[in-house]
């Protein structure tokens, strides 16, 4: 039952990113976006492993919240808080594991990266004089960062994968949107973000999960 929902998953995330039709109606687009996300919500739910409830719980909190964001993509402001709510609750997810501090070089990457992304998106915002987005889109950046950072204290590679794709679709849609428009954009960003997704169920479901897939 468990492949049932992970072939409908990726059945569904491959035909919304490469074979829907362009001349959809763009309401019928999201829908299609959505059902991937359904498939994925169902197979961690049904099948999350009950040693690890707390973890489990947020993260299937947080992909109902990121679904929420894809539905609302029309309406950036509602968008991004969905977004941002759903990347709370996976960074609470987190907080719910052991954790073991990576390499200081590692951390110290992290914050250079966050200073360049920070600084060029941002930039680009404020040369139109937009403050109050260019502050909302740098505290969004920095719950992603954020939880990219605390990703990296779990050792998990599910889920350091996971955030890396999620924190890959943010990045492609934030430049899209306020740097420069990018060609084939539906599967540059839905592609990582999917992917995200279901390894972040993969992460919760029995015989998918965390205990044995550590990185030391």
Request: hydrophobic share 60%; with cysteine; charged share 10%.
């Amino acid at each position: 039952m468990k492949t049932f929902y992970i072939i409908g998953a990726i059945a569904s995330a491959m035909y919304a990113v490469h074979f829907m039709p362009l001349d959809e109606a763009y309401f019928i687009k999201q829908i299609f976006k959505v059902i991937p996300m359904l498939f994925i919500i169902l197979l961690a739910y049904r099948f999350h492993d009950l040693r690890q409830e707390s973890y489990s719980r947020s993260v299937i909190v947080a992909l109902i919240l990121i679904t929420c964001g894809t539905a609302t993509l029309p309406y950036l402001v509602f968008s991004l808080m969905f977004f941002a709510a759903g990347q709370l609750y996976f960074l609470r997810a987190f907080f719910t594991m052991p954790w073991k501090t990576p390499h200081k070089s590692l951390l110290i990457a992290l914050v250079m990266v966050a200073a360049i992304i920070i600084g060029w998106v941002v930039g680009n915002i404020m040369k139109d004089h937009l403050y109050m987005l260019s502050l909302v889109i740098s505290l969004y950046i920095a719950i992603t960062l954020t939880m990219l950072w605390a990703s990296f204290h779990t050792r998990q590679w599910m889920i350091i994968t996971a955030t890396l794709s999620f924190a890959t679709a943010n990045l492609l849609f934030a430049i899209n949107n306020f740097i420069t428009p990018l060609s084939n954009l539906n599967a540059l960003i839905m592609t990582p973000y999917y992917c995200a997704a279901l390894l972040f169920s993969l992460s919760i479901v029995s015989y998918f999960g965390l205990p044995n897939k550590v990185l030391e």
